[in-house]
């Protein structure tokens, strides 16, 4: 997703997802909407109740801007119907948002699983929505945000790519070899100390993503 949005908010100077060879994804970070222990919220619905409530208190955190984290953030206040009600303040990274969080310098934040796991399971956070379509293995007791009407679901896969006019027979034979990697139990115990999953996904299946989230990313990168 970086790819994508690094190429159309101009931060980089070609269309990488256009001059790249895909090869496969394999692993997905998801994205969650997380408060501290403090707000005392523990749902999405409280969150909005306090910030309609007391429009113009709530800083909101995320990781980085015009990059698909930024997007997504901005996607999700609107989804919640809150967005001209909160600040927003990008961080340098997941680790800069959380420590902002931890210091009660802001009171939301999107971030990524891999950088709030180890803080939710020391009880300084608590995460309030997964950004997905459904809930996730890592925390099944996590309401998804397509389920609470918020159709918002990008996540940041991870994945492997080559220059631009490989040869088909090695991009396939590189992608069926990862493919067997990521069905291991080997490969998804190692995922699981990072708090990540398994998510193969061949090149044509991906690009066709890409493609539809790049018609989708238009407009907001637009704004």
Not at 12 to 29: F, N, P, Q, R
Not at 111 to 131: K, W
Request: charge should be negative.
């Amino acid at each position: 997703m970086d790819l994508i949005s690094y190429s159309m908010s101009g931060q980089a100077e070609v269309d990488l997802y256009k001059d790249l060879e895909y090869i496969c994804d394999v692993v997905t970070d998801y994205n969650l909407l997380c408060t501290s222990p403090d707000t005392g919220w523990t749902t999405a619905q409280e969150a909005i109740d306090y910030i309609n409530a007391n429009p113009g208190t709530v800083t909101v955190g995320c990781t980085g801007s015009n990059n698909v984290n930024y997007g997504t953030t901005m996607e999700l206040l609107k989804a919640m119907g809150v967005y001209d009600k909160v600040t927003i303040v990008p961080y340098d990274g997941g680790a800069a948002s959380e420590t902002a969080l931890q210091g009660n310098h802001i009171q939301l934040e999107v971030n990524s699983l891999a950088d709030t796991a180890s803080y939710i399971a020391a009880g300084t956070n608590v995460p309030l929505l997964v950004c997905n379509e459904e809930r996730i293995e890592a925390y099944p007791d996590l309401p998804c945000t397509v389920e609470n009407g918020f159709n918002v679901t990008y996540g940041k896969p991870r994945g492997f790519f080559a220059p631009k006019g490989t040869d088909q027979a090695i991009v396939d034979k590189l992608s069926a070899a990862i493919e067997k990697v990521t069905t291991t139990d080997e490969f998804a115990e190692t995922l699981a100390t990072y708090y990540a999953q398994p998510f193969y996904r061949n090149a044509s299946d991906t690009t066709t993503q890409d493609l539809a989230d790049v018609e989708e990313l238009k407009g907001l990168f637009a704004e």
